[in-house]
Nanobody
Framework: EVQLQASGGGLVQAGGSLRLSCAAS????????IGWFRQAPGKEREGISV????????YYADSVKGRFTISSDKAKSTVYLQMNSLKPEDTAVYYC??????????????????????WGQGTQVTVSS
């Protein structure tokens, strides 16, 4: 059974940092891209960062580039999202997802395109001003 468990959300002041974790199980990590998405109230879901389980190549949305860093620990089948210089507009529910793409990193829009994707429950991140 594929499982993705996101954790690490919380309340932080603007300018602060948080590290999210996504623990994955039930699939071959190397064959998947793992991504972080977020959804704020009243807004569409946004794909913010993706890492390839094959070659560790990464993608960042412009909204988080330079502030967020995605990484993976293959031994633990865990993907992390280090979030620095947080802003109130980063407030959202953050989700991790896995999509079956062996090879280099893909754009977040590719998640769900072919049906071989899995989603975890979200973790709330709230940034106060």
């Amino acid at each position: 059974e594929v499982q993705l468990q996101a954790s690490g959300g919380g309340l932080v002041q603007a300018g602060g940092s948080l590290r999210l974790s996504c623990a994955a199980s039930g699939f071959t990590f190397d064959d998947y891209n793992i991504g972080w998405f977020r959804q704020a109230p009243g807004k569409e879901r946004e794909g913010i960062s993706v890492i390839s389980g094959t070659d560790d190549s990464t993608y960042y949305a412009d909204s988080v580039k330079g502030r967020f860093t995605i990484s993976s620990d293959k031994a633990k089948s865990t993907v992390y999202l280090q979030m620095n210089s947080l802003k109130p507009e980063d407030t959202a529910v953050y989700y991790c997802a896995a999509a079956l793409f062996h090879g280099t990193v893909v754009h977040p829009d590719a998640f769900g395109a072919f049906g071989d994707d899995y989603w975890g429950q979200g973790t709330q991140v709230t940034v106060s001003s």
